[in-house]
């Protein structure tokens, strides 16, 4: 926890009660020193402040923790001697999860910031949740992306045996390809996975996928590419990006924009090439020449 309040006296009972009660508390008495050490330092879990208070008050300081993308999250208590509606609905508008007026109940201010720990609690595992189920789609695209290369790379080795030729030196064989996606898969889904391993599942499916661009562009372009549908500069980005197999959250943070314009961009890019899902649109953009190695 970190408790910002000018009164020396309140800062070390609230800090000694949360203490006794399970809480590590950094306490300061001066705004602005708090804010820097939030921004410079570990995350809180929670804030508490006082609004009162010399230079930096407790509303300035709120709106800056929202307006900070690291620290926009975190819960933050409003404690003040003013506790008329007007100030209580200045304190929300300006984004407190709470507001308590002095005096207060140290067990009421304790159940407070239970009740706050345990919903933001809840919020982390819900994005958790999500986040999860995508990366279970995207390993499940993969898997169906080193399916079709395996059955690529096949066919071109018999094209170039029938010319007389060996297959580029280039291309992954058969087997290693066979191997590859065995290893995503079992990265990705095994029980216990951990950060390391879907990393290292996630670079192997970046590696499948560089492997499958370069198997479409060395090989003879199909009569679908008589019909390449047109792409604006953004579109062309995304469709990179999901090549990639980043998620439209990743695809978002990097270009910059919001999440539901990357799903838009994506429905648009289904709509022109004829698709209906993720690994569809990369299966058509990579014999139209949409995708580059």
Known sequence: LVFVEDNEGLRIAVSKYMTENGFQCDTYSDAQQALRAMVGGARPDLVITDVLMQGMDGLALLRRIRADQRLCAIPVVLLSAKGFASDRIAGYSAGASAYLSKPFDPEELLALINTLLANALLARAAVLQEELLNLANDVSTTKQLLQLLLLQTQRGQEEWAGRGSGAPSALPSP???????????????????????????????????????????????????????????????????????????????????????????????????????????????????????
């Not at 009569?223 to 980043?246: F, H, I, S």
């Not at 890019?269 to 020449?289: C, F, W």
Request: no cysteine.
């Open 175 to 293: 087997r290693q390809l066979a191997d590859l996606s065995s290893d995503v898969f079992a990265l990705a889904v095994r029980p216990g996975r951990t950060a390391a391993g879907i990393a290292a599942a996630a670079d192997k499916a970046a590696a499948a996928n560089r492997a499958l661009v370069a198997q479409t562009t060395n090989r003879d372009v199909p009569a679908m590419t008589r019909n390449v549908p047109r792409l604006t500069k953004r579109e062309r980005d995304v469709l990179e990006l999901v090549g990639q197999g980043m998620l439209n959250k990743e695809i978002a943070t990097a270009l910059s924009v919001s999440k539901g314009h990357i799903e838009k961009y994506v429905r648009r890019l289904n709509d022109k090439t004829g698709t209906s899902n993720r690994t569809e649109l990369v299966r058509r953009g990579l014999p139209l020449g949409l995708l580059t190695p």
